[in-house]
Nanobody, 126 residues
Framework: QVQLMESGGGSVQTGGSLRLSCAAS?????????IGWFRQAPGKEREGVAL????????LYINSVKGRFTIGQDNGPNMVYLQMNSLKPEDTAMYYC??????????????????WGQGTQVAVSS
């Protein structure tokens, strides 16, 4: 079973950058899974931010982060990152990494994802 751990959150000013990392364990490889970054701000529902299918690297982004955020796989076999540039106060949230079960493709609903990390906090001040 996949276990996920996020790191890299913090506090930045508007226009700043952060790089979040998601480390997967419990499996030999995260190949042929969808790995997603989600976020949840206080009083709001959890929303998908970026998805990557690890076999081939196809990606999806929500409109509000296109051109600012990049999801990708690190050199390590079980690492996925989220590079966040030009951060805005509305990006402030707890960010979670999630993984589907093996051979499940990418789609936005959180119910599509079987494993979740504990989250890492991102705060952007104006």
């Amino acid at each position: 079973q996949v276990q996920l751990m996020e790191s890299g959150g913090g506090s930045v000013q508007t226009g700043g950058s952060l790089r979040l990392s998601c480390a997967a364990s419990g499996v030999t490889t995260i190949s042929k899974r969808c790995i997603g970054w989600f976020r949840q701000a206080p009083g709001k529902e959890r929303e998908g931010v970026a998805l990557i299918y690890t076999d081939g690297g196809s990606t999806l982004y929500i409109n509000s982060v296109k051109g600012r955020f990049t999801i990708g796989q690190d050199n390590g076999p079980n690492m996925v990152y989220l590079q966040m540039n030009s951060l805005k106060p509305e990006d402030t949230a707890m960010y979670y990494c999630a993984a589907t079960q093996f051979a499940i493709g990418c789609s936005w609903p959180p119910s599509n994802f079987a494993a979740w990390g504990q989250g890492t906090q991102v705060a952007v001040s104006s």
